[in-house]
């Protein structure tokens, strides 16, 4: 996947985000279930996503949820590097 592709999953990278927050404020949600649930989310997402996105990475079913789950541990990622360089360096 080049840079030019990587765009066509950056929606799926904010859903899975978005979805990820929405979890993160429930109260009794353990927060170790959230890269499970956003990663679910991202291939269940990029399975229609195929279809719909031009130019998306995946030409098969399989590849498609392995880029969705991709895409949502991506999210995580994105919500962990914001939060570290939030911190106060010591």
Avoid at 16 to 35: E, S, T
Avoid at 53 to 66: L, R, Y
Wanted: hydrophobic share 50%; proline share 7%; glycine share 8%.
């Amino acid at each position: 996947m080049d840079l030019q592709n990587f765009a066509t999953v950056v929606p799926i990278i904010i859903i899975c985000y978005v979805v990820g927050l929405f979890f993160k404020n429930l109260k009794n949600f353990p927060d170790a279930m959230i890269p499970i649930v956003v990663s679910i989310v991202g291939g269940i997402i990029a399975v229609p996503g195929m279809y719909i996105i031009p130019e998306f990475p995946a030409t098969d079913v399989i590849t498609a949820i392995a880029v969705g789950v991709a895409s949502g541990l991506t999210s995580v990622g994105v919500n962990q590097l914001y939060k570290q360089s939030q911190k106060e360096e010591l």
